[in-house]
């Protein structure tokens, strides 16, 4: 019981709150995005269809080496975040090594909430945490986009399929869903990117962080469900 007092007295409950509305937040609207995306489409949905269609289309190829170069380019922007992450990471670890001169240096900044420097380490965790599982999924994304290219670069020739030797659709089923989990667990690492800067939101204060939270998932939603070009990738190709 004392523990649990010491743990509710370690951060006033405002911050308490903002952190647990962040949480939620952030695990609410992925499962959100998730189950509606699947009733009335979103962004991620829309691209997973020209990726299938991109991957059915492949089948008539006899060469396919632009198809190897769009997973490859594809590939570049988690390597790209990957390596980004790294070294904000490593930036995170140095302030969090520096301690007590960090969050003087915090504390001398306009508007910023002054606390313990225990709670403004405990905030570089929370940082250090986001960053670290943005790796994770960009490091994922990447080795999704190489099982991808495995799969073009094993397909059957073109001429199986016209002999109808292999299925055109199973294997745009196949190869376009490799694709389309590759790209979800690159949005996963791009929206905790985007949550970064809520969380960033809290060395200020608590109702920030709130106003913050709430203002990046506002974004995503806009920009996954009522963007311009979810509208373009809607209407039907010619």
Do not use: C
Not at 72 to 87: E, G, H, K, M, Y
Not at 212 to 223: F, S
């Amino acid at each position: 019981m004392n523990n649990l007092l010491d743990l509710l007295e370690f951060l006033p409950w405002p911050d308490w709150l903002g952190l647990a509305s962040f949480f939620a937040a952030w695990i609410g609207y992925a499962m959100f995005a998730k189950r509606h995306s699947q009733a009335e489409g979103s962004l991620l949905a829309a691209t997973n269809r020209e990726r299938w269609r991109w991957m059915y289309q492949a089948t008539f190829r006899e060469v396919r080496v632009v198809d190897g170069m769009v997973v490859q380019n594809l590939s570049t922007s988690p390597s790209f975040f990957a390596s980004t992450t790294i070294l904000i990471i490593g930036g995170l670890l140095a302030l969090l090594g520096a301690g007590e001169k960090a969050s003087e240096m915090v504390r001398e900044l306009p508007f910023t909430a002054r606390t313990s420097e225990l709670v403004f380490e405990f905030k570089l965790g929370l940082l250090t945490a986001i960053f670290i599982y943005a790796f994770f999924r960009f490091t994922w994304s990447m080795r999704q986009y190489t099982f991808g290219a495995l799969l073009v670069g094993s397909a059957p020739e073109y001429t199986q399929f016209e002999r109808g030797e292999a299925s055109r659709e199973l294997f745009a089923d196949r190869a376009g869903r490799v694709m389309g989990l590759a790209a979800e667990t690159f949005n996963d690492g791009l929206r905790a990117y985007y949550l970064s800067f809520a969380a960033v939101a809290w060395f200020f204060s608590p109702w920030a962080l709130l106003g913050g939270t709430a203002g990046v998932i506002y974004v995503l939603y806009q920009r996954e469900f009522h963007s311009e070009v979810l509208t373009v990738l809607r209407a039907d190709p010619p």
